[in-house]
């Protein structure tokens, strides 16, 4: 078993989506495989869609006998889910990953979705080699986070739902609340000044990494912030989270 190889598994509120990774390069070594997540995202539904996609995975030629990281929209506390985002609420105060390493018969490392896409980007992409701290966000549904130090993974960070003008301010930040308002760029880009200048002025960043589907639109609203700051698209946009499980797999392993 080679420990640069690992499978990653992104487990999201509308797919489920996961590949053998080369660890070395941070490269995907298998065809991507996508199932639809079950309709009300209920526990049991949601392993057992994981088991037949780890099964359609690990066919790959080797892939059988490695590591298996895998990503979930939740705060993730030993093992344990302590919240649940568009799944269902019966994820909440779970023991996941035991769950999962029965339904799926092998053991797993579990996390949660925005650091598994946090440490992607610091070992394979934006913060790659990048000394201090980065937060990772990423703008979609809500507002996603990731705190690294030195490269070194600070969990469970929750910096979506800062209270900003009294309400949680990832409802009127995330790329969700643009498409709802049907926000210009301008406009949007003036809610995120407004949070990214509060996370920046309490923990005084060296680097924001912006990450979610809209990234690959990044020169329409980034150039409009005036942070100290610098800050710059993710690398890894789709596959980050399957990277980011995979690695964090065989971190764990070790």
């Not at 499978?7 to 999201?12: N, Q, R, S, W």
């Not at 006998?65 to 105060?93: E, Q, R, Y």
């Not at 993974?153 to 990832?170: C, R, S």
């Not at 989270?241 to 964090?248: K, S, T, V």
Request: charged share 20%; proline share 4%; hydrophobic share 45%.
């Amino acid at each position: 078993m080679s420990s640069t190889m690992a499978i990653g598994i992104d487990i999201g509120g509308t797919g489920i989506k996961g590949a053998v990774v080369d660890l070395s390069t941070g490269t995907l070594l298998s065809d991507r495989v996508k199932l639809p997540t079950p309709k009300g995202g209920r526990p049991t539904d949601i392993i057992e869609t994981t088991r037949a996609l780890l099964a359609t995975v690990s066919a790959e030629e080797g892939a059988g006998a490695l590591p298996v990281g895998i990503c979930f929209p939740a705060i993730v506390k030993n093992g344990h889910t302590m919240s649940a985002a568009n799944v269902s609420d019966k994820w909440i105060g779970l023991a996941a990953e035991k769950l999962f390493e029965k339904g799926l018969g092998q053991p797993i490392h579990f996390v949660n979705d925005a650091d598994a896409a946090g440490y992607a980007e610091s070992q394979f992409g934006a913060a790659k080699g990048v000394n201090g701290v980065v937060i990772m966000t990423t703008l979609g549904t809500g507002i996603g986070t990731a705190l690294l130090n030195d490269g070194v993974l600070v969990p469970n960070t929750e910096l979506g739902h800062l209270q900003i003008e009294g309400v949680d301010y990832e409802t009127k930040a995330a790329y969700s609340a643009k498409e709802r308002e049907h926000l210009s760029w301008e406009k949007w880009a003036g809610r995120l000044q407004k949070y990214y200048a509060t996370v920046e002025a309490l923990l005084s960043p060296d680097l924001f990494i912006v990450g979610g589907g809209v990234s690959k639109h990044h020169q329409d609203f980034l150039p409009l912030l005036r942070l100290k700051t610098p800050i710059i698209p993710a690398v890894h946009r789709n596959n980050a989270g399957i990277l980011g499980a995979a690695a964090l797999a065989v971190r764990h392993a070790v």
